[in-house]
């Protein structure tokens, strides 16, 4: 299936102000993503949560954009927010952070 992605101001600021090779890996991986790729090492479904996660390493350093499904559009991912990750799991904050953008979202909606 083939997936549309929305960048919300907060992802959109973030992927402007990677490193150029680490941005276009993270498009490449959302490409890949949006043309139907399955592959949990460039999009997965965070643990007890409804927000998923776009991937991309570069260099030793591991980006993350966090994201989320718009219900009432079947294929279409909301991203929220990025950030590079440094630690094994995910932080509790950025995970609550997307959920505040979500429910923003569906409010204005």
């Known amino acids: 299936m ?18 150029d090779k680490a941005r276009w890996k993270m498009l ?3 490409g ?16 007890n949560t409804d927000i998923w996660e776009f ?4 260099q030793s350093n591991e980006y993350r954009l966090l994201s989320f499904w718009d219900k009432n559009k079947s294929s279409l991912v909301i991203a929220t927010h990025g950030f590079n990750k440094k630690t094994q799991k995910t932080p509790k904050s950025e995970i609550e952070h997307a959920k505040q953008i979500k429910n923003d979202y569906f409010k204005t909606k």
Not at 8 to 14: D, M, N, S
Not at 32 to 46: A, E, Q, S, Y
Not at 55 to 58: C, D, I, M, T, V
């Open 2 to 19: 083939k997936i549309d992605v929305e960048y919300l101001p907060e992802a959109q600021r973030f992927i402007e102000k990677m490193p």
């Open 28 to 30: 490449y991986n959302i």
């Open 32 to 47: 890949m993503v949006r043309i139907g790729v399955k592959d949990t090492r460039i999009f997965k479904k965070l643990e």
């Open 55 to 58: 991937r991309a390493e570069y």
